[in-house]
C-alpha cells in the first residue's frame, strides 16, 4: 500500500502545481499560465495514468510470487486438502473407491476480479501554445498514446494469466500426486470431517419441535405459504435458459454487437463534435465539418444502435412470450444486413455532402432509407407470424408494443419519403410528423415493449396491472401521433395545428403517468433487489427519465416556454434526456439481463459499475448545465442581447457539454468490453478443481493399462 501512498502525495502536488500562493497575480500571467497548466495537466494524465498500470502489474506480479512462494512439500497440500469443497470430497472418494466417474468440470469465471480551452479564451494573442486547435491536436496525440498503455496493460494482464494457469495447473499435478501416494485412510478421515461440516444444516425444526402444532381455529392455514419474493443471493448470476434455440442465440448476438459498434462509432463522432464546439478550428476537411458529422452521429445512434439493439432483443422476447418458435431465422438475418448496409452506406454519404435535404433525422436519401424499410418489413413478417403461431391464448403486452411500434416504423418511413406532399409548409408538416413519430412510436413504443417483459423477469413478479399497460399503449397512440407541429410554434403553420400539438402533448401526461405507475409498483415490495441486481438500476433510472424527459416534452410544448427555448441548446438538452436517458438505459438493461442467459458468462461487476456511473454523471453533467444556460439564453434573446453575446456567454455551458460527453463517451467503452467479457469471457483454473480432474484421469489410465 506505500507505493499508493506515494502515488496520493504526487496527485496532490500536481494538482497543486501552478496554484498562486498570493493574490497579487498579474493578469497577464495569468493568461499566460492558461496554455501551460493545460499543457501539464496533458502531461500529468499519462504520468498518472501510468503510475496506476505500473502499480496494478506491480501488485499482480507479487500475486504471483506468493504463489510460487507457496508453503513447500506436505504442508501446502494439506492446505489445499482443508479447502476442499463438499463436491470436490465427493468426486474423490468416488474415484478413490472406484464407484463413478468424474464429469469434466468446468472453469469458474473471475468476478471482480477546470481549464478553459473553448474559443473564447483569454490566452495572450499570439501564443501558440493557446490556440484551440494545437491545443485539442496534442489531445488526440495523447489517444493512441494512452490507447498504447491501455493496450500494454491488457497483454501484460493476459501473460500473467497464462503463466498464473500454468502454474496452478503443475502445483495441481503435484497435488494429484500427493493425493495418489499418501495414506488413503489419513486423508478421507481428514475429507470425511470437513464434509460433515459442510453438509450440515439445521433441521428447521430446533425452536417449534417434531409435534404437529395444535390449530384449531385455523389460522396457520390461512398463512399464505407460497412466497411472492424469493430470497437470492447477493448479485445472482443468470442462468442459462432452457429452450434457446442455439442458432436464434447467434442471431441475438450478433444484433447486439453490431449495434454495440454503432454505438461507439457514432458517439466518437459525437464527442469530437462537443470538442469542436471548444475548438472549432480544430480540422478544416470539408467531411469532418460540423454540418456533416452532425447527421452522422444521430443517424448512427439511431438507425444503427438503438434500432440494432431493439431488434436484437425483441428477436428474444417475441417468440419467448408466444411460447412459440421464430417462424423464420433467416428473415432475421435478411433484417441484419439490411440496416447495418443502411447505416454504412448512410454514413458515407452524408460524409460526402449527399443528403435529403435538411430533414432532421432522414438525412439518408431515400435509396439507403429503402434498405432499412425492408429490414423492418421482414422484420413485421417475421414477428406477426410468430405471434400467430403462440401456443398461448392472450398475446402478452410486450408484443403488442413492439409489434405496433414497427407497424408506425414503416408508416412514418413511407410518410417522409413519398414526395407528393412535401411541398412547402406540407414539408414542415411532415418534418415534425416523421422526427416526433421516430422518437415516440418507433424507439419509446419498443423499449417499452422490452420493459414490460424484462422488468417483471428481473424482479421475478408479474407487472403490477396489465390494464395500466393498455391504458398507456392506446393514450399514446392518440396523443403522441398529433404532437409533432409543437416544433413549429409561431411559425405559418395553421394556428389550430400548433393547438392540436399542444393539447397532445398536454394529453402525454396520461400515457407517460400509467406507464410510469405501472413501473413503480412493479417494483413494490422488491426494492431491496436493486442493490443485489446490476439491470435494475439501470430500468430504474431508465424510468425516472422516461417520467422527467416526457413531461419536460409536454413542458416546452406550451407557447410561453416555446419562446424562450427553442433554437436553443434546452432541446439539445431534452433530445438527449429522452434517447439516452430512456432508451440507452432501457436497452443497456436488457441486454445485461439477456447475454448472460445466452452464453453463460457474465460480464465483471466492477466494468458494469463503471459503466453505469460514468453514463449517468456524463448524462447530468450534459444536459443540466445546457439547460440552464440555454434558458438564461432565451431570456437574453427576448431581452434583446446582441447574438454574439450570448454566443460568448453559452462557452462555459459547452464546456460542461464537451465534459460530460466525454465521460458519456467513456461509458460506452466500459460497455463494449462487458459485452466482450459476456461473449468469449476468461478462465482461470481451481487447483483443487483440476487436481481432482487429472486424479481420475490417472485411475482411467490405470484401469485400461490393466
Known amino acids: 500500500m506505500s507505493q499508493f501512498k506515494i502515488l496520493g502525495c504526487l496527485i496532490v502536488i500536481i494538482s497543486g502545481y501552478n496554484i498562486p500562493l498570493s493574490a497579487q497575480v498579474s493578469q497577464e500571467a495569468t493568461k499566460q499560465g492558461v496554455s501551460t497548466n493545460g499543457l501539464l495537466i496533458f502531461a500529468f494524465v499519462i504520468v498518472i495514468f501510468a503510475l496506476l498500470a505500473a502499480l496494478y502489474l506491480y501488485e499482480k506480479i507479487i500475486q504471483i510470487r506468493k504463489v510460487i512462494k507457496k508453503g513447500k512439500g506436505e504442508l501446502r497440500f494439506k492446505n489445499y486438502i482443508n479447502t476442499f469443497s463438499s463436491k470436490q ?66 497483454k501484460i494482464r493476459g501473460a500473467l494469466r497464462t503463466y498464473e494457469n500454468k502454474r496452478n495447473l503443475e502445483e495441481a499435478e503435484q497435488l494429484a500426486k500427493y493425493l495418489r501416494e499418501t495414506d488413503q485412510v489419513e486423508i478421507e478421515s481428514a475429507l470425511l ?57 447467434k442471431l441475438i448476438v ?15 463522432v459525437g464527442e469530437y463534435l462537443g470538442i469542436k464546439f471548444v475548438a472549432p478550428d480544430v480540422d478544416h476537411f470539408s467531411w469532418l465539418s460540423f454540418g456533416r458529422l452532425r447527421p452522422v452521429h444521430t443517424n448512427s445512434v439511431f438507425w444503427g444502435w438503438a434500432s440494432l439493439g431493439m431488434i436484437g432483443l425483441g428477436y428474444y422476447i417475441v417468440p419467448r412470450v408466444s411460447n ?83 407497424i408506425f416504423a414503416i408508416v412514418i418511413t413511407i410518410v417522409a419519403y413519398v414526395p407528393w406532399w412535401q411541398d412547402g409548409l406540407g414539408e414542415t408538416i411532415i418534418q415534425g410528423y416523421y422526427m416526433h413519430q421516430g422518437v415516440g412510436m418507433w424507439f419509446m413504443l419498443f423499449t417499452l415493449g422490452i420493459v414490460y417483459y424484462f422488468l417483471p423477469q428481473q424482479l421475478n413478479k408479474p407487472i403490477y396491472s396489465y390494464s395500466l399497460g393498455i391504458l398507456a399503449f392506446w393514450t399514446q397512440i392518440l396523443f403522441y401521433t398529433v404532437i409533432g407541429t409543437h416544433h413549429f410554434v409561431f411559425s405559418s403553420i395553421p394556428w389550430w395545428l400548433q393547438t392540436t400539438a399542444i393539447v397532445g402533448s398536454m394529453g402525454m401526461i396520461i400515457p407517460v403517468a400509467a406507464g410510469t405507475t405501472n413501473f413503480i409498483l412493479t417494483f413494490k415490495g422488491a426494492w431491496h433487489k436493486i442493490t443485489t441486481s446490476y439491470t435494475l438500476p439501470f430500468f430504474l433510472v431508465g424510468i425516472i427519465f422516461y417520467f422527467t424527459g416526457s413531461l419536460q416534452g409536454t413542458a416546452e410544448a406550451f407557447r410561453s416556454t416555446n419562446l424562450i427555448w427553442h433554437f436553443t441548446d434546452f432541446t439539445v438538452a431534452h433530445s438527449h434526456i429522452t434517447m ?111 487436481a481432482v480432474e487429472k486424479l481420475n484421469l490417472s485411475y482411467s489410465d490405470s484401469e485400461i493399462k490393466n
Open 324 to 406: 412459440a418458435k421464430l417462424f423464420s431465422l433467416k428473415l432475421g438475418w435478411y433484417t441484419l444486413y439490411l440496416i447495418n448496409t443502411t447505416v454504412v452506406l448512410g454514413t458515407l454519404s452524408l460524409m460526402a455532402g449527399i443528403n435529403n435535404g435538411g430533414g432532421e433525422y432522414r438525412e439518408y436519401i431515400w435509396p439507403i432509407q429503402l434498405f432499412f424499410a425492408i429490414g423492418l418489413i421482414l422484420t413485421l413478417i417475421n414477428f406477426l407470424i410468430t405471434v400467430r403461431n403462440r401456443t398461448t391464448k392472450e398475446i402478452y403486452i410486450s408484443n403488442w408494443y413492439i409489434i405496433a411500434s414497427i
Open 254 to 268: 450478433w444484433f447486439v454487437c453490431t449495434a454495440t459498434f454503432w454505438l461507439f462509432f457514432g458517439t466518437t
Open 193 to 249: 470431517k470437513r464434509k460433515q461440516a459442510l453438509d450440515y444444516s439445521l433441521s428447521n425444526q430446533e425452536l417449534s419441535g417434531m409435534e404437529t402444532p395444535e390449530d384449531s381455529k385455523g389460522l396457520l392455514h390461512q398463512v399464505n405459504t407460497e412466497a411472492a419474493l424469493p430470497v437470492v443471493a447477493l448479485k445472482k448470476r443468470a442462468q442459462i435458459r432452457p429452450g434457446v434455440d442455439q442458432e436464434l442465440s
Open 89 to 154: 470430497i465427493d468426486d474423490y472418494l468416488k474415484i478413490i473407491k472406484g464407484k463413478g466417474k468424474l464429469s469434466i468440470f468446468i472453469f469458474l469465471l473471475i468476478l471482480f476480479g477546470g481549464v478553459p480551452v473553448y474559443a473564447q479564451s483569454n490566452a495572450v494573442p499570439g501564443s501558440l501554445w493557446s490556440e484551440g486547435g494545437v491545443i485539442i491536436t496534442l489531445f488526440l496525440i495523447l489517444i493512441p498514446i494512452l490507447a498504447g498503455i491501455i493496450l500494454i496493460i491488457v
Open 580 to 690: 439516452y436517458g430512456i432508451i440507452n438505459f432501457f436497452l443497456w438493461a436488457g441486454i445485461y439481463a439477456l447475454i448472460p442467459r445466452l452464453t453463460g458468462k457474465e460480464a465483471p461487476q466492477i466494468t458494469v459499475g463503471a459503466h453505469f456511473w460514468l453514463a449517468l454523471i456524463g448524462l447530468l453533467f450534459y444536459t443540466i448545465p445546457l439547460m440552464y444556460g440555454s434558458t438564461l439564453r432565451g431570456m437574453m434573446w427576448i431581452e434583446g442581447k446582441p447574438f454574439i453575446d450570448t454566443v460568448v456567454f453559452m462557452a462555459p455551458f459547452w464546456l460542461w457539454r464537451a465534459i460530460g460527453g466525454s465521460l458519456m463517451w467513456l461509458s460506452h467503452l466500459f460497455f463494449a468490453y462487458n459485452i466482450y467479457r459476456m461473449l468469449v469471457g476468461r478462465d482461470t483454473v481451481d487447483i483443487r478443481e483440476a
